[in-house]
């Protein structure tokens, strides 16, 4: 800053500068008694400065031992009336008249006659209340010295995130948060995942009335911990930043439950991206033996399309299993292409060298413009699904149970369906974000039921369809319904090349995410080095290709991942985020403890069971 500015920031004196060191006592009392009051002054003459500035000079005059405010220069055109002289005189020694309060503390925003100023905010919510106020007090601090001086101007913090969003004509201002239609799909496009393709599976493992049953039972008790989420943060967020589900568990429950709440949050994430890697490897070993296939010559059909792994002999299973690695060669070209190319040996490996480059990026934003390609390969695989079903008819007997066609109404296998389930309605890490993008917060929990409706109708769609209408045993359906279709399928060859490049694109942000919840928690960066990257990568990698190799099963997988991170995350930790907040207001029960802790007590047992299945 230079002198001349500094000098503007200073009070004007009255006379010649004191040249003499502090005046002393009997100056400054023929001062006092020489020189009016500034409460005098201001009726007739006014004063430069502003009520801001009249504080500054009382706070600067008071520090140097008593000296009145300064009136001005005598020459200098007024700029401004700070008041009337009848207003001063009735708060004159009025140290805490609302005028001389900073800008933003609640009730400063008003005039001398204490009516409220233009642009006040009344009713507003706290946090934009106070965002304005700040506002308002930065905007008076810059116009404070008369000269343009970016050390004053407002810091880019402190402005709410509105201030940056361009407002067209016609546009209203809320315009940039997302509709309710565009909520209850983007919730329903973040739970729909590879769960959708073992739901015909687990559906098989709990019985047809069990499991229909359990969907509807698990939908509700996930929605109903959910919307105590939103209910908690929703009461806490008015007074403190809260980012997502970690943030609130750390203020109510303490710095352990953030821990465990982001632990189990990054164990979601790593069982995705098992998932991801057994689902990639098996699509890109069926592309390529497709590929292969017609090149060579080879040639083999099937009547109905699909068929059942469990029960082919090993002549047959060399020509439709798109599995075998060890059955015998037709010619030399297709022994040598079983040998290097297999899908539980070699095809997790080249796997590496196509994804692993993509990984080491330091942004991920250019795998963001690929998001349309989930909600479009959902829909893909439930139009090729149904189709499928409307072509093959019931298939189902209720009645003899000799008949391979016989669907069990209950099974005591259930536990199977309950923690795929735990794991195909877990979104509550993520359900602050994508609420707070809601452009009408008074319908969140509306919006939120009908997604959690939508999702729930989905999975039963898909899995009593499937299971209904298989034409062969209801035993051979796979926890992959894909790997039930002949692998020279037209349709199924389609379906997984699509999705292997729809995952090629979602994979890279599964890492990323891991990559921040893990670095970002050590380091405080996301970015800390590339050598670190790399380590924690090829960590993460290995332990994907160990389970493509040795456990390819993706629904084990994601029955146990679901029922861990679904007893922490779903059942445990928004109940005790809920009591907790309860409890802090004085309204917590005796018979609402015991409530909670049995939905507690389910998402114990859905994982205690995962063991005994």
Known sequence: MSTDERRLLLPRGTGRPNRQGPPSSSRMARTSTSVPS????????????????????????????????PSGDPGRTNLRKISRPEETSENEGDGDSLSRRPYHYAGSQCSLTGQPMAGQLTGADPVEEAHYRRYRYYSRLQTQTGVNLDVLNIPSHVLPVQFYQLHFLGVSPSAGKQSSIVTIFAIWNTMMGTSLLSMPWALGQAGLAMGLAMMALVAGLCLYTAYRILQVYKIHSRTMKISEFGDLCGILLGRWAEYVATLFSVLAILGAAIVYWVLMSNFLYSTVSFVHDNVVGYN????????????????TFSE???????????NEA???????????????????????PLINLKSATFFTRF???????????????????????????????????????????FPSLTGILALGLF????????????????????DMSL????????????????????????????DNLLNNFHKRDGLTVAAKMFLFFQMMTVFPLIMYLLRVSVLYTIYRTVWPGLPHILILNSSIIVVCVLFAMFMPNIGTIIRFSGAACGLTIIFALPVMVYLASVKRTGDLTWTSIILHSFIIMLGASNFIAQFFI
């Not at 409706?453 to 051979?476: E, N, R, W």
Request: proline residues 5%.
């Open 38 to 69: 500034i409460r005098r002054v201001t009726g007739d003459q006014g004063l430069g400065v502003s009520p801001g500035g009249q504080s500054w000079h009382r706070k600067i005059s008071e520090s140097a031992g008593g000296l009145p405010l």
């Open 300 to 315: 083999s059909t099937h009547e109905d399309g699909v068929y059942c792994p469990k029960n082919e002999t090993p002549q």
């Open 320 to 330: 439709i299993d798109i599995f075998s690695n060890d059955s015998l060669p037709l």
């Open 334 to 356: 297709t022994s040598k292409f079983d040998t290097i190319w297999g899908q539980f040996t070699t095809v997790p490996l080249f796997l590496i060298l196509i994804v692993f």
């Open 371 to 413: 998001n349309a390609l989930g909600t479009v390969s959902i829909i893909f695989i439930l139009t090729s699904v149904l189709y499928r079903c409307y072509e093959w008819g019931i298939n189902a007997d209720f009645s003899d149970e000799t008949s391979s066609q016989y669907i069990p109404l209950i099974k005591s296998s």
């Open 427 to 446: 979104i509550h890490n993520a359900i602050i974000t994508i609420m707070t993008n809601n452009k009408h917060q008074e319908n969140n929990g509306r």
């Open 451 to 478: 997604a959690y409706l939508l999702v729930t109708g989905t999975y039963m769609l898909i899995g009593a369809a499937f299971y209904v209408s298989f034409p062969l045993a209801k035993s051979c359906i796979e």
